[in-house]
């Protein structure tokens, strides 16, 4: 599983963010696109996979060129071949699962692309990284493993031209790129040599409950926009609502809707949420205001018996 709540919060303020309509509006292209940009997550994954891929293919036909060069020296003759054979890296080429994925979800950027391919290559084989690991020539599966965790983590993730090669695009991908980056960094430290075939096909959503929660924290958001608006504007008189930030206005409506409609959802969950992601998308002090506001409103809510939650410990 990929995705957690917090990421599919994130998507959908991205989406409230762009949303200029009313509650009355027709607001079906905008869950399309927030479904949209949520699946897309999947095909970054699978293209950072056929990265790894591409890179070894890049490997085997550069050995080759050496070995057919006019005047080829001992060393390209009988190479070092330790990198080309990487058990991780063949146990990805041969993995019919992922292959299938990559052929349905379209995945060909590094055929059009190569220069990307050619450039996380020569990272790699200019590294100290490399140079260590081609110290000797053979190797088991857990040295190899590990070689290509530290490329992943220290080549492939802070490489800058991938990084605008990403945002060119995609632009949802930047936000996805943390999430993504660490999925596959935990797969890649957690395979083991008999790997089963699906190991590499992860799911996007935990399960069906995580889809559904997008598209009803989406769509309960947008239609009880005018409650939620009436809701936000008692609590901040005081603030003129110009300077309240856009993000902050999205991250609240969306708290708020969570903390009426969401009942098995504990309160302390949605407000740690929220505060979370404005930490991370919106003002230094945007976690102060919101906890603030969200604080008033859930002790309102307890003293009018308007918080509804089920279950247990869910205060």
């Known amino acids: 599983m990929m995705l957690n709540r917090r990421h599919i919060r994130v998507k959908v303020m991205q989406t409230m963010y762009a949303f200029s309509g009313s509650e009355s509006d027709d607001f079906s292209k905008d869950q399309k ?28 036909s550069n050995l080759q060129k050496k070995q057919k060069k006019h005047l080829a020296t001992k060393d390209d003759k009988d190479p070092n071949r330790k990198f080309v054979n990487n058990q991780l890296l063949k146990l990805l080429k041969d993995n019919n699962q992922l292959k299938t994925k990559l052929e349905a979800h379209k995945i060909t950027n590094w055929d059009l692309d190569n220069e990307y391919v050619d450039i996380i290559f020569k990272a790699i084989i200019a590294s100290d990284l490399y140079k260590d690991y081609m110290n ?55 395979v083991k040599a008999n790997a089963s075939e699906d190991y590499f096909t992860l799911k996007l959503y935990k399960d069906i ?43 609240l409506q969306m708290a708020i809707c969570e903390l009426s409609n969401f009942p098995s959802i504990p309160v302390k969950v949605t407000i740690n949420e929220y505060l979370e992601i404005s930490k991370e998308y919106s003002t230094p002090k945007s976690s102060i205001f919101i906890n603030g506001i969200l604080d008033k409103l859930v002790k309102e809510y307890e003293a009018s018996g308007e918080l509804n939650k089920v279950g247990r410990g869910l205060m």
């Open 136 to 190: 000797t020539r053979v190797s088991g599966f857990k040295e190899d493993k590990d070689f290509i965790v530290d490329v992943f983590k220290e080549i492939i993730a802070p490489n800058d031209k991938l990084y605008d090669y990403m945002e060119d695009k995609n632009i949802t991908w930047l936000d996805d790129l943390p999430t993504v980056n660490t999925t596959i960094l935990k797969l890649l430290r957690k």
């Open 209 to 251: 409950d995580d889809k559904q929660f997008a598209i009803d924290l989406f769509k309960k958001t947008l239609l009880n926009q005018t409650v939620i608006k009436t809701e936000i504007d008692q609590k901040t008189k005081n603030w003129d609502a110009e300077r309240i930030a856009k993000v902050d206005y999205v991250l």
């Open 33 to 60: 696109f927030l479904l949209f940009s949520i699946d897309n997550m999947y095909n970054l994954y699978l293209l950072l996979m056929s990265l790894l891929i591409e890179v070894q293919k890049r490997a085997e």
